[in-house]
């Protein structure tokens, strides 16, 4: 496994987007609305790995009851694995507790799955599949 991305929970993406510009340096922002989380997101890349600010969309969205509960910060941290299905069934068997118990889909081309933070010392654990290009990407 290596880093995909980190998850940042924030309440206006747009002022987000101009702090983290700032603070990283950088300008190139690639924006993404992933419809089943309901949720906006504005990613930087850093090297391999990514920073993904991510606003929700609804009331209901994941993103705005961990606003509610926690405020704003760190949401999640994102492991890219090369097979979702394999990696869920091989940490299931290892006793971790799992909120997605097959690959959905999320960002950037990828498939998802999230483990339970129960199970992994109060971090919210993504993993991350990479998805071959579609035509015209
Ligand atoms: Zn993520």
């Not at 090369?82 to 999320?106: H, N, W």
């Amino acid at each position: 496994m290596k880093i995909s991305h980190f998850g940042i929970a924030v309440r206006d993406l747009k002022s987000a987007e101009q702090l983290f510009a700032k603070l990283l340096g950088v300008s190139d922002t690639h924006h993404e609305e992933v419809a089943d989380q309901k949720v906006r997101i504005a990613s930087f890349e850093l090297g391999d790995a990514r920073v993904e600010l991510t606003e929700p969309t609804s009331g209901d969205s994941p993103i705005s009851k961990f606003l509610d509960k926690r405020g704003e910060g760190i949401h999640h941290v994102a492991f890219e694995v090369e097979d979702v299905a394999k990696e869920l069934a091989r940490l299931k068997a290892q006793g971790f507790q799992l909120i997605d118990e097959t690959p959905r889909s999320g960002s950037h081309n990828t498939l998802i799955a999230f483990l339970h933070p129960r199970s992994t010392n109060g971090v919210l654990v993504e993993l991350c599949q990479n998805l071959p290009k579609k035509e015209g990407q």
